[in-house]
Structures are given as structure tokens and as C-alpha cells.
């Protein structure tokens, strides 16, 4: 068996051992995205009968020229540096502390991982209650503090800062474990190592552990930027259906949504989600480029 | 530098006590192979000398200073682990400049003692390769030179040979002597292996159950054994142990009379069992009955069956004599132990 070469009858045999999944798949995945990236270029659509008037760039001229987009796409941006950067430190330390935790340590894993599992409406909804503006818990604390109470989710202002806290609470569970994981990877000796080549804490951490956490780190860093490019859940939840006050809420996601579900625009929607997964993939791409700059030659690869 | 251990006390928790009142010296500049059996205490000794264990009581004393409680940064150990430990994120002249970058050496002055010590050990072409493109040799030799740069109080090998092969080994175990004599650092190496041991090493130390057996040079430890275990665990072929009621009938000189009444078993070194031409040295003359006879190298092996324990011997000449002959122990290679396994004196015999 080891030896057999494929030929066009094992190949047949294997196509139809996957063809359940993959018609699946064709029918309900690949078909639909081909025809919503294609939607994106149609002119004078007829979403329900189907009929197209004429291909042409006038959805993107559209995108280009529209004040709601240039806002959901510049909140989108800031929600992104905010929420990213933030939420891959805290983990960090988190996870960090909890590789060096002696007691506890799997109960308090469990209570980080809990928002991962935890529906992102029910949390919204939790967190609506943390915001209030009379009852709110966080008011509460700005009160302890001595600070003016803030109207967390009906001020402008404060609104996205608002979505920003919540994502960054929600993304750490996934994060931190990830994170956990990848340090439990670390081999002991090389801590050993260190430590008798002289190595103290601090350099323990900036010569072993943070550069063999580097691919964690950025293949945590990459899902976290199409996470949170996606955003949509919780501001809905959040803001009870609505973007936000004053659209300070209004991201990519939700804007895609309100063209084709609110306003029935469905080619403009089409040519947003182009959009954002232009974003996706250029983000993507360029965080792999520095992993690929971080790599380093792991075991298996034959010396030349 | 010279290291003294005094009355270590160890215990791994839930276990029984693995060293009680261990004490030895290291000389200045020795070069110490630790061997012993799978669970011995080898590698447990070397992690209290290293730090990376504190004994439950007693102390390790580097020239004079009590470092019992010094942290590893603090000891000045340099340590070759089994699978050597190298970072695989650095290249290797990072891994070997590494401890002087912890020591905030200026880069150029650290890449130029790094490549000094790569040219010690042997590897400048392979400088900017990393540990996941070296061969074991080659990794082994980086561990080497990584662990020299600092110019250690002591150095650390622990079964720096054992994943390699043979040829590596015997070309790394010289080298490993080389660098030793050159850089003068008392050394100790953990080895299961004896023929490590016995090629290399000043001073052996055998250790069994937690416990030091003897520690003596190579010649000290073949030829005057302090117990039964020693006798067993160093020499090719195996010691033959033979019952003392078995042999005490065939003896060819008067033996001590305390030698007579305490001694339990015999012990006879393969080259000391010889074809019966009996000379003044000849100290027993047992009759056997051949079992066969083979060649390894330049070695010629012959097992043979004496009472109920089948002997062997290096010293029988390959032959097509009859099946049942007598062979010669030699006194020179023939041990008396008692109960307890100790080594008895021989005295003079006397004819």
C-alpha cells in the first residue's frame, strides 16, 4: 500500500470518498461567494428575479463617494488599533501569569476561556448593565475614583471606546489559551539553559520565551484582525439594533448588513464585502510576510 | 577550581532517601566521569553541583565558598545537557555568544570569543547554520563551546555522548579531553557507559543506589575493586562470581584463615582465568568443561562450565583440546568477597 502510486482509478475512488462533503461545499459555500463577489459589479439588479442590467464599477464609485462608508470604514480602522493591540498584551500577561501560577491555575484558565463560550449577545446584554449611565457598574467605579459619570453607550464620544472594551474582554479567552498553549511548548531546558548562561528574569523572557512565542503571537495577531474586521454582533447587541449614537458605532460589517437587509441596496452590500475582504486579505498577507521574516529553521529540515 | 560536597542529604518527595552523608572532593582541574546504573543518583548529583537542585542538608563548597544556596546565574556552571538545550531560535554563533550577551559583552568582543571557541570545538563552518541543520556531533560541540565561553567555575556534561555513534563518540570523548587539558576546568561527566569513563577520565566515581562505591583513577578501580559492585560494573567481560564453596576445594595455596572464614564469593577477571600451566601466581586450578569459544577483534572468548555457573575467559588460546580441561586462576585478578560484598585482603599467599 505504502509504495502504490495514484492512478486515475485510486484517484476516482478518493473524489468519491470526499464528494459528499465537497458538493456540500460547492453548493453552499463556494457558489454563493463566487455570485456575491460577482454581485458586487452589477448595475440595475434585480435581487429577486435576478436580472442584470450591466456590469460596471459604479457600486465601488458609489462606496468611494459615501460619507456612511468613509465612517464605518474609519471606524472600522480605529476599532481595529484599538482592540488588537490591547488584547493581545493583556493576554500575554495573562496567559504569562497563569503559566507561573502554582494554585488555581486550571480554575482561573476556565474563567478566562468563559467569555470564548459565552454567546456574544448575552454578553452585550451583561454589558449594557455595566455601561448604564445611572446604575452602571462602571459608573460606579468612575464615582469611587471621583469622575464624572459617562454616558457610556448614548454619548458619541465614548461609544466605540465602549464596543473597544467589550471586544477586547471577549477576544482575551481565546487569546490567553492560545497564548498558555504555545508557552506550556517551551521546553523547560532551555529556561535551565538560560539561567546557568546567566540569564535573569527580564532576559529570560526577551531572549527565550518572546522569540518562541513570536509565531503565536502572530497567528493570534492575524486572527484577531479578521475577528474584529467582522464586527457586528456586539454592536448590535450592544446598542440594541441600531449602529450607535450618531453612527459612532457604524463598522464595515454593519454597514454591509444595513445595505442589504435595511435599505436593500444588496450590490452595494456585495461590493462592501469585496471591500473588507480586500482589507482582510491585505492584512493577512502582511502579517505573514513578518512571520516569514521570523522564521527560523525548525527541526526536520534536512542540513544541506 | 577545587569542589568539595560535604554530607549531602537528598530526598525526592514520596521516596525513599537517595543520598545520605554524601561527601567527596573534586581536584582542580579534574576531569571526573560519574557513572552507575539507570537510577544511581549520576544525574541528581550533577543537578546539586549545577543548583538547579538544593539537597535537603549539607553543602557544595566551590573553593572555599558555600554556594549550597547560590542561584544558577551565580554559580558560574557551564552545562552540557543530554540533548544539548541549544536555543533554536539563534544561530550558532549567537548560541555560543549567548552567555556573554547575558553579560552585556560588547557585540564584537563576544562574536570574536565565540569564534575563538568555535574554533576550539571545530565548527567555524557551520556558525551561521541553526541547531535544527546540525548533525548530533555538531550540536554537541556548540553545547561544548556555549557552555566554555564564560570560562566556567566548573563544567557539566551530562551523557554528552550517548546520542551519538560510535565512531563520534570516540572522536568527541578525545576532544572532550583535549579542551579539558587546555582550558584546565574542572570537569564532571555523567556517563553509563565505562568505556567513556575509563578512556578520559582522571578520577571515576561509581555510584549506586545514591551511594559513592569508590572513587578511584582507572587502574585503582580494575585492580583493586573496594566492593563486588565495582568489580561487577567495571571491566569487559564481566567479573565471573563464583560461590566460595564451589571454589574451595580446587585450591592450589594456603589461604589466610580469616580470608577462609569470612569470604562468601569469589571473583575471577576474564584474563585472569588461564589454560593450566601452573606457575608460583597459580592460586586455584578448577576443572571445567568447555562451552565454546569465539572471536571479537583481536579478543579471544571462551566460556566454559564449572560446578553450576558457566565462566568466561580471554585467556584460553583458541583450541581443539578435549571438552573437559583444568584452567589456572591467576592471583592477580581473583577477589574474595563477604557477605556484604566488601573486598576482602588477600594477604601473601603462601604455597
Not at chain 1, 170 to 182: T, V, W
Amino acid at each position: 500500500m505504502l509504495n502504490s502510486r495514484p492512478t486515475v482509478r485510486s484517484t476516482l475512488k478518493a473524489l468519491l470518498y470526499i464528494a459528499p462533503l465537497l458538493v456540500i461545499s460547492l453548493a453552499f459555500t463556494f457558489w454563493p461567494l463566487l455570485e456575491a463577489f460577482a454581485m458586487g459589479f452589477y448595475r440595475h439588479y434585480n435581487f429577486y428575479l435576478n436580472q442584470i442590467g450591466s456590469l460596471s464599477l459604479a457600486n465601488f464609485q458609489f462606496l468611494w463617494h459615501d460619507a456612511a462608508f468613509q465612517l464605518a470604514l474609519r471606524n472600522t480602522l480605529i476599532f481595529i488599533i484599538g482592540v488588537v493591540p490591547v488584547s493581545i498584551g493583556l493576554a500575554l500577561l495573562l496567559a504569562l501569569s497563569l503559566h507561573h501560577a502554582r494554585h488555581f491555575a486550571k480554575l482561573l484558565q476556565t474563567i478566562y476561556f468563559l467569555p470564548l463560550v459565552t454567546s456574544s449577545v448575552a454578553i452585550a446584554i451583561v454589558w449594557r448593565w455595566l455601561f448604564s449611565a445611572e446604575h452602571g457598574g462602571l459608573n460606579g467605579w468612575l464615582a469611587i475614583i471621583n469622575r464624572t459619570p459617562v454616558d457610556w453607550l448614548n454619548d458619541p464620544r465614548y461609544s466605540l471606546l465602549a464596543l473597544i472594551i467589550v471586544c477586547i474582554w471577549h477576544s482575551l479567552g481565546l487569546n490567553i489559551i492560545l497564548l498558555l498553549a504555545s508557552l506550556q511548548q517551551i521546553d523547560r531546558r532551555y529556561y535551565l539553559a538560560a539561567q546557568l548562561d546567566g540569564a535573569n528574569s527580564w532576559q529570560q523572557f526577551t531572549n527565550v520565551t518572546w522569540p518562541l512565542l513570536t509565531p503565536m503571537i502572530l497567528l493570534v495577531s492575524i486572527n484577531a484582525v479578521i475577528v474584529n474586521l467582522k464586527v457586528f454582533d456586539q454592536v448590535y447587541a450592544l446598542f440594541n439594533g441600531s449602529a450607535g449614537p450618531a453612527n459612532a458605532d457604524l463598522t464595515l460589517m454593519y454597514y454591509l448588513y444595513q445595505k442589504f437587509y435595511v435599505e436593500d441596496q444588496p450590490t452595494i452590500a456585495a461590493a462592501c464585502g469585496i471591500v473588507l475582504f480586500g482589507i482582510t486579505v491585505g492584512l493577512t498577507l502582511g502579517t505573514l510576510w513578518v512571520l516569514r521574516r521570523h522564521h527560523y529553521p525548525q527541526r526536520g529540515w534536512s542540513p544541506s | 577550581m577545587e569542589v568539595n560536597l560535604k554530607h549531602l542529604n537528598l530526598t525526592y518527595p514520596g521516596q525513599q532517601p537517595l543520598f545520605q552523608n554524601l561527601t567527596c572532593t573534586l581536584a582542580d582541574g579534574e576531569l571526573v566521569a560519574l557513572v552507575g546504573p539507570s537510577g544511581s543518583g549520576k544525574t541528581t548529583l550533577l543537578n546539586v553541583l549545577a543548583g538547579i537542585l538544593t539537597p535537603d542538608a549539607g553543602q557544595v563548597v566551590f573553593d572555599g565558598t558555600d554556594v549550597t544556596r547560590a542561584t544558577l546565574q551565580r554559580r558560574n556552571i557551564g552545562m552540557v545537557f543530554q540533548d544539548y538545550a541549544l536555543y533554536p531560535h539563534l544561530s550558532v554563533l549567537d548560541n555560543i555568544a549567548f552567555p556573554l550577551k547575558m553579560a552585556h559583552v560588547k557585540k564584537r568582543l563576544r562574536y570574536q570569543r565565540a569564534r575563538q571557541l568555535a574554533e576550539l570545538v571545530a565548527i567555524t563552518p557551520q556558525l551561521a547554520k541553526y541547531p535544527a541543520q546540525l548533525s548530533g556531533g555538531q550540536q554537541q560541540r556548540v553545547a561544548l563551546a556555549r557552555a566554555l565561553i564564560k570560562q566556567p567555575a566548573v563544567l557539566l556534561l551530562d551523557e554528552p555522548l550517548s546520542n551519538l555513534d560510535a565512531n563520534l563518540r570516540v572522536a568527541l570523548r578525545t576532544m572532550i579531553r583535549r579542551i579539558q587539558r587546555q582550558t584546565h576546568v574542572t570537569t564532571v561527566f555523567v556517563t553509563h557507559d565505562q568505556n567513556d569513563a575509563l578512556q578520559i577520565a582522571d578520577r571515576i566515581i561509581v555510584l549506586n543506589h545514591g551511594k559513592i562505591q569508590q572513587m578511584a583513577t582507572t587502574t585503582e578501580l580494575y585492580q583493586r575493586p573496594q566492593n563486588q559492585f565495582v568489580a561487577q560494573f567495571i571491566g569487559q567481560p564481566r567479573i565471573n562470581l563464583i560461590p566460595m564453596t564451589a571454589v574451595r576445594p580446587y585450591f592450589a595455596v594456603q589461604l589466610a584463615p580469616t580470608l577462609l572464614a569470612n569470604a562468601v564469593t569469589v571473583g575471577i577477571r576474564p584474563e585472569a582465568l588461564e589454560s593450566a600451566t601452573t606457575t608460583a601466581t597459580t592460586l586455584a586450578q578448577l576443572p571445567v568443561r568447555l562451552v565454546a569459544q569465539w572471536s571479537v577483534g583481536k579478543e579471544q572468548l571462551t566460556t566454559v562450565q564449572f560446578a553450576q555457573t558457566t565462566l568466561i575467559s580471554t585467556a584460553v588460546p583458541a583450541t581443539t583440546q578435549p571438552l573437559t580441561t583444568t584452567l589456572a586462576v591467576r592471583a592477580n585478578g581473583c577477589y574474595f568477597f563477604d557477605a556484604e560484598g566488601n573486598r576482602l585482603e588477600m594477604g601473601v599467599p603462601h604455597a
